[in-house]
């Protein structure tokens, strides 16, 4: 280094520029992180490319069918296309494309349905982007999105919130959806979630539970629920950060609280991380897990049995019922692969939506948003599959006597816009994830 | 945990961080700029390693838990972040004709190069080197001391890469050059030092030391083309706490950060157990000093360190 007078000016410059620089990476970091709601699904490995991407996929020959000359509705549906969460946005468009062949095949009284799809980015400036786009420009009705709980609530805020609009949720398992009647969303809540862990660690017999979280929002409302739930004693309570090369002082503090339980409210990446320093350090503690630690990328980075035990709650589609094994078959036979939950939650979206546009008077958000509940709400005949509900109401029935049975649980929104959600614990057995219970959300 | 086991877990997460910033800190002194890719080069340096080990397997026997083939694939790794750096020289940073400004600017952008075309070839994913992950060392876990034979490989092989250094700099025809040039460039010039070739042996070890904190920081934790960026700013203050510019001071740094990082437990406990008077404060203590803030800590120590000595701890002495 250069010892003559300017030394120390060029050392300021240069601080300077690497806080600006870094402050600046840093903002990038946190708005992509933001997001967070929603963790990956367990029983998912397939992130395969799709080819079909959004945008004008279903668009054109209006009316081909039925004879009829007017043309699609036209709905619109903000996505995570690219960015954190595109993931997401390939399985919530197979589950869409799916949906929308089902509902084009038969027709809303003689008419195609249309959905605009675009891309959020998984931001919120993308999302609000979008939605501006799909309701200002293009003037839909009705929109389905978003898939991270941030950027649903971003979009409501922004654009939908004061218009007549429709907004029901994809993917959002944020809590604080909650507080927004006016936002609907097919997932459930991540409350229920807390819930379910509560009593599970409550059942197997722990009084005593340590807990980290990943310091967003979802991290903490997730387990802020959790410990309002818990009966035992939370005796380690902290959070992390995301994207640490370390966390083996997290997991040194908490064999050092004492608890035999531990509770992970974090992402795969993260998880990962932490069960590989617990196995190289030689820690014994009873895992739980949110859904969002569960992934194949954590088994295949872990070493085999470190995690054997460990319990996971998952949002899950009723994989019992009949209706979800007919959706799969179907599902198996188009894309070659297993469906998610996530594509079974967009599937009932666009399926949701088509009903409302049918039992409704005119195709209005005015009209929708007192269709959009009634259709799949308690009362009425249960169907489970578009062409029989559409029949009832085809055949003068109104939207109270239709109550569709959704291929992801019952539907069924309360006042709050949430789904009666089915949740399924998943026990980690022979380093593989298996389903060992479902729980009613 | 113990003291102790505190410590020994800061030496290895220490050992890769003097790794990255010695070579932050030699680029620096020599072509003059800070180098806001050289946590990218450190990823690039990782995956390289990966893809070797992948081709060439464990090669039969294995030292420390590592197989053969590690070895051989940490060798591509500091080999390809190296060619990587070169390349980079030769065909942007020494064509463009900016000041120091600029190329930290233009090195931004290099960054997202590199990671984006990591994240094209090997997705955004995590993903680990396929060793059998090790239980802690039976014979240390008495004293409170939780480290594998792979945290002791780390920690060995980043010394013998730091002395090796030290060698170099101290008693090479290279190193005195190297020397030469980071204290008066011109005058290095001027009396018949080859700057241009000393420049791209900086680059050289530089990046290579990089590319090795990066095979190490992937068998540490995990690989992912963020890794090397995600420490970046460690790195950075470990460098600038050390004195910009010095390869000691740069080593001096990155052992103390990652020892404060790691060691933020230990000093919580000792927060707690004092009894500090009065009760406002204890409380307050409690909750800043406390694991989630790890980071912030070091970086408040490190800046405690500046306001006394301003140029870094090894600020005054030269490379």
């Known amino acids: 280094m250069s010892r003559d007078t300017t030394d120390a000016a060029d050392r300021r410059t240069l601080l300077k520029l690497t806080g600006g620089a870094g402050l600046v990476a840093l903002s990038g970091c946190l708005s992509t992180t933001d997001d967070g709601g929603d963790g990956d699904d367990g029983s998912d490995g397939s992130d395969g490319s799709d080819g079909s991407d959004g945008g004008d996929g279903t668009d054109g020959d209006d009316g081909s069918d039925g004879g009829d000359t007017t043309e699609a509705f036209q709905i619109g549906m903000v996505d995570s296309q690219t960015g954190s969460l595109s993931a997401f946005g390939e399985r919530n468009q197979r589950g869409v494309d799916l949906a929308l062949s089902r509902v084009n095949e038969v027709g809303i009284d003689g008419r195609e349905l249309d959905i605009a799809v675009e891309d959020s980015e998984s931001e919120n400036q993308g999302g609000i982007a979008a939605a501006q786009k799909l309701v200002n420009q293009d003037g839909v009705p009705f929109l389905i999105g978003a898939v991270g709980s941030g950027v649903s609530l971003a979009i409501y805020e922004s654009v939908v919130e004061g218009t007549d609009v429709v907004q029901l949720s994809q993917n959002s398992t944020g809590l604080n959806l909650t507080e927004f009647p006016g936002l609907l969303r097919m997932s459930p809540s991540g409350r229920s979630q807390s819930l379910a862990l509560s009593n599970i660690i409550a059942d197997d017999g722990y009084d005593e539970v340590a807990v980290t979280y990943v310091n967003n929002d979802y991290g903490q409302s997730l387990t802020d629920a959790f410990v309002d739930a818990y009966d035992g004693d939370v005796v380690y309570n902290t959070p992390h950060d995301q994207d640490q090369q370390s966390y083996s002082g997290v997991i040194s503090e908490m064999n050092g609280s004492g608890a035999d339980a531990w509770l992970f409210v974090t992402y795969q990446a993260e998880f990962a991380t932490m069960v590989n320093e617990v196995f190289s350090s030689g820690y014994e503690a009873q895992f739980y897990g949110a859904d969002s630690v569960s992934g194949d990328n954590v088994l295949e980075n872990t070493p085999e049995g470190s995690i054997d035990g460990m319990k996971i709650v998952v949002p899950s589609a009723p994989v019992e019922e009949e209706n979800y094994q007919s959706f799969a078959e179907d599902f198996a036979a188009e894309y ?64 109270d006597d239709v109550d569709y049975q959704g291929v992801s649980g019952p539907i069924d929104f309360n006042e709050d816009g949430d789904p009666v959600g089915f949740l399924q614990v998943l026990e980690v057995q022979d380093h593989e994830y298996e389903g060992i219970d479902f729980v009613e959300g | ?298 970086f408040v120590i490190m800046v405690a360190v500046l306001l006394v000595r301003p140029n870094g701890i090894a600020g005054e002495g030269a490379t």
Request: hydrophobic share 55%; net charge negative; glycine share 12%.
């Open chain 2, 1 to 298: 945990m113990t003291v102790i086991g505190y410590l020994a877990n800061g030496l290895v997460f220490s050992s890769i961080i003097v790794l990255g910033s010695i070579g932050l800190s030699l680029v620096y002194s020599i072509a003059d700029f800070a180098n806001f890719a050289h946590g990218d080069t450190m990823t690039i340096g990782a995956y390289a390693s990966l893809v070797t080990f992948g081709a060439v397997g464990g090669l039969g026997g294995a030292v420390l838990g590592l197989p053969y083939g590690f070895f051989v694939a940490l060798v591509v790794g500091i080999a390809a972040a190296a060619a990587v750096a070169v390349i980079t020289e030769r065909v942007i940073y020494e064509p463009l004709d900016v000041d120091s400004i600029g190329l930290l600017i233009t090195s931004i952008g290099i960054a997202f190069v590199y990671r984006a075309l990591i994240q094209i070839r090997f997705g955004s994913d995590f993903t680990r080197f396929d060793i059998q992950p090790l239980r802690p060392i039976e014979a240390l876990v008495p004293y409170g001391v939780r480290v594998t034979l792979h945290d002791v490989a780390i920690v060995v092989s980043a010394a013998v890469l730091v002395v090796g250094l030290h060698v170099l700099l101290q008693y090479t025809d290279l190193g005195r050059k190297m020397r030469a040039m980071a204290d008066n460039p011109d005058l290095a010039r001027v009396s018949g030092i080859r700057t241009r070739r000393v420049k791209l042996w900086t680059w050289v070890i530089g990046a290579g030391l990089a590319g090795a904190g990066g095979v190490f920081l992937g068998l540490f934790n995990q690989l992912s083309p963020r890794m090397g960026f995600n420490l970046l700013l460690v790195i950075f203050a470990a460098v600038i706490l050390g004195g910009i510019g010095s390869v000691y001071g740069a080593m001096a740094g990155g052992f103390l950060i990652g020892m404060i990082n790691q060691l933020t437990p230990f000093f919580s406990d000792v927060v707690e157990a004092l009894p500090i008077w009065p009760g406002w404060l204890a409380r307050l203590l409690e909750s800043l000093i406390s694991i989630e803030y790890a980071n912030a800590i070091a």
């Open chain 1, 336 to 399: 070659d692969r297993q469906p998610t939950s996530w594509a079974a939650y967009a599937y009932d979206c666009v399926i949701n939506a088509a009903l409302a546009i049918q039992a409704a008077d005119e195709f209005t958000g005015a009209a929708l948003s007192d269709t959009v509940r009634r259709v799949s709400g308690p009362e009425g005949e249960t169907v489970t599959s578009f062409a029989a509900a559409s029949e009832i109401l085809a055949d003068g029935g109104g939207p």
